[in-house]
T-cell receptor, first 113, second 114 residues
Framework: KNQVEQSPQSLIILEGKNCTLQ??????????LRWYKQDTGRGPVSLTI???SENTKSNGRYTATLDADTKQSSLHITASQLSDSASYIC????????????WGAGTKLIIKP | IAGITQAPTSQILAAGRRMTLRCTQD?????MYWYRQDLGLGLRLIHY???????GKGEVPDGYSVSRANTDDFPLTLASAVPSQTSVYFC?????????????FGPGTRLTVL
């Protein structure tokens, strides 16, 4: 069954600290993996998209990694800011269906001052 | 307008009533989507449209219908609402970039069915 599992479900860290969010997937055949940021009450916004051949991709203080062999991805946030408080969602696309994405439930991140 | 707009922002609806959620984009994207987001679950695709005039069923299409008369608009209709359709509904559109489709989301409609 095509699934995307994220951990932890929620995380609280102090402003300025780093954190890493995890994503495991069982989606096959794999096409690409995306990380989205969703602020409370808003729609998701794309952070990174990685294909099979990409191991890492950065977007400012956000760095995503992908290990296609173990089917794992991580999102590392450096020097967290209060505005990083949001849900972070891992999403995987299947090679045979570019339009239908498999969404994780997300990690709710809270940054405390 | 720029991007995707959805209306209404929120709605409380009596069970059995008909409701249409509106979605409009001004980016001229060919593909559009409707998702629902429930607590503790990932977004689930309800219906999608690859291009104007065509629609397809997603993961959870029962109780919903869509139409795509033109590129910009993609309304979602609940013919007879039930409480299990209480959810946050997101409309999205996508564009092909580097071999994959990048999706852009509207602000969502929060629907409560009593």
């Amino acid at each position: 069954k095509n699934q995307v599992e994220q951990s932890p479900q929620s995380l609280i860290i102090l402003e300025g600290k780093n954190c890493t969010l995890q994503c495991n997937y069982t989606v096959s055949p794999f096409s690409n993996l995306r990380w989205y940021k969703q602020d409370t009450g808003r729609g998701p916004v794309s952070l990174t998209i990685m294909t099979f051949s990409e191991n890492t991709k950065s977007n400012g203080r956000y760095t995503a990694t992908l290990d296609a062999d173990t089917k794992q991805s991580s999102l590392h946030i450096t020097a967290s800011q209060l505005s990083d408080s949001a849900s972070y969602i891992c999403v995987v696309s299947r090679l045979d269906s570019n339009y239908q994405l498999i969404w994780g439930a997300g990690t709710k991140l809270i940054i405390k001052p | 307008i720029a991007g995707i707009t959805q209306a209404p922002t929120s709605q409380i609806l009596a069970a059995g009533r008909r409701m249409t959620l509106r979605c409009t984009q001004d980016m001229r994207h060919n593909a559009m989507y409707w998702y629902r987001q429930d607590l503790g679950l990932g977004l689930r695709l309800i219906h999608y449209s690859n291009t104007a005039g065509t629609t397809g069923k997603g993961e959870v299409p029962d109780g919903y219908s869509v139409s795509r008369a033109n590129t910009d608009d993609f309304p979602l209709t609940l013919a007879s609402a039930v409480p299990s359709q209480t959810s946050v509904y997101f409309c999205a559109s996508s564009v092909e970039r580097g071999g994959y489709n990048e999706q852009f989301f509207g602000p969502g409609t929060r629907l409560t069915v009593l």
